[in-house]
């Protein structure tokens, strides 16, 4: 294609939005059986606003966090976001991207789980999500880079198409500590479909591309709420602030585009807009 594939926006923010996620480990896990129809609609919204790739609503359906809240049959959790995204998609062009968060939460520094139980979560997620149907892996939030090799040996080992993004801070570290620019190294060295930029601000995307080398594939979708705002439904960017930074980074050829927290349709829908031409900058 000669644009970038446009990435959907959130999912778990508009469903906690509507008052439909847990405050405890499941979160958005469990609207996949209690309200189908809603996440089914979400999707359905993403793709009419132009999106290429839909994120299964599997953020929190993994092994250790179900666990958490004593599920043990995680699997139902994913089979049924993946049944949803499959009924949303119909027979439309469009690919689902299998979503595959941290074990723990995204914005967590200290690891308090074993390597053994890191290892295990992620293998059986990764393969829950391919068996039911998804087109690839998107490892997403990613900030601890011994979760980034266990993914990346994983989906190696068993040539499982994936996507890794990357979740870091203001001096360009992963929040295990590690410059973003080696582990931006060692995923090239990968068979990595694309290294993303997620749940950032655009400041720190812009930092990110004036100081480090871009990798040859490359996406991102920006954190849509301020940080002091992070637990709140009040979206902090405007659709059109949005936008100027899609504009302003466009140059450097992502491959892919969507927005995170706090997103909606209407990003997606100017995000494609601006792509097909429509929109003048």
């Given at each position: 294609?000669?644009?970038?594939?446009?990435?959907?926006?959130?999912?778990?923010?508009?469903?906690?939005?509507?008052?439909?996620?847990?405050?405890?480990?499941?979160?958005?896990?469990?609207?996949?059986?209690?309200?189908?129809d809603k996440v089914l609609k979400i999707h359905k919204s993403y793709i009419e606003a132009g999106a290429d790739i839909i994120t299964t609503n599997t953020f929190r359906t993994n092994p250790y966090s179900l666990g958490q809240v004593g599920i043990k049959n995680f699997e139902r959790y994913v089979k049924k976001a993946i049944s949803i995204a499959c009924e949303a998609?119909?027979?439309?062009?469009?690919?689902?991207?299998?979503?595959?968060?941290?074990?723990?939460?995204?914005?967590?520094?200290?690891?308090?789980?074993?390597?053994?139980?890191?290892?295990?979560?992620?293998?059986?997620?990764?393969?829950?999500?391919?068996?039911?149907?998804?087109?690839?892996?998107?490892?997403?939030?990613?900030?601890?880079?011994?979760?980034?090799?266990?993914?990346?040996?994983?989906?190696?080992?068993?040539?499982?198409?994936?996507?890794?993004?990357?979740?870091?801070?203001?001096?360009?570290?992963?929040?295990?500590?590690?410059?973003?620019?080696?582990?931006?190294?060692?995923?090239?060295?990968?068979?990595?479909?694309?290294?993303?930029?997620?749940?950032?601000?655009?400041?720190?995307?812009?930092?990110?591309?004036?100081?480090?080398?871009?990798?040859?594939?490359?996406?991102?979708?920006?954190?849509?709420?301020?940080?002091?705002?992070?637990?709140?439904?009040?979206?902090?960017?405007?659709?059109?602030?949005?936008?100027?930074?899609?504009?302003?980074?466009?140059?450097?050829?992502?491959?892919?585009?969507?927005?995170?927290?706090?997103?909606?349709?209407?990003?997606?829908?100017?995000?494609?807009?601006?792509?097909?031409?429509?929109?003048?900058?």
């Amino acid at each position: 294609m000669k644009r970038p594939l446009v990435l959907d926006g959130a999912m778990g923010s508009l469903l906690e939005k509507m008052g439909l996620t847990e405050t405890d480990f499941a979160w958005s896990a469990k609207a996949n059986v209690k309200y189908p129809d809603k996440v089914l609609k979400i999707h359905k919204s993403y793709i009419e606003a132009g999106a290429d790739i839909i994120t299964t609503n599997t953020f929190r359906t993994n092994p250790y966090s179900l666990g958490q809240v004593g599920i043990k049959n995680f699997e139902r959790y994913v089979k049924k976001a993946i049944s949803i995204a499959c009924e949303a998609k119909e027979n439309l062009p469009v690919l689902i991207a299998g979503s595959n968060a941290p074990a723990e939460d995204c914005y967590q520094v200290k690891r308090t789980i074993s390597k053994k139980q890191l290892e295990l979560n992620h293998c059986y997620h990764i393969d829950s999500l391919i068996e039911y149907g998804c087109h690839f892996i998107l490892n997403e939030t990613l900030g601890h880079f011994d979760e980034i090799k266990i993914i990346s040996k994983h989906c190696e080992k068993y040539d499982i198409p994936f996507v890794m993004s990357l979740y870091f801070d203001e001096n360009l570290c992963l929040l295990s500590g590690e410059k973003l620019s080696d582990v931006i190294n060692f995923l090239n060295d990968t068979n990595v479909l694309s290294i993303g930029f997620n749940c950032i601000s655009d400041k720190i995307l812009i930092k990110l591309i004036n100081q480090l080398s871009l990798p040859p594939n490359w996406g991102f979708y920006l954190n849509c709420f301020s940080t002091s705002e992070k637990q709140t439904e009040v979206c902090s960017i405007s659709v059109a602030e949005y936008l100027v930074t899609v504009q302003e980074v466009i140059h450097f050829n992502p491959s892919f585009i969507g927005a995170c927290c706090g997103s909606n349709p209407e990003f997606i829908k100017a995000i494609k807009g601006f792509l097909d031409g429509r929109i003048k900058h």
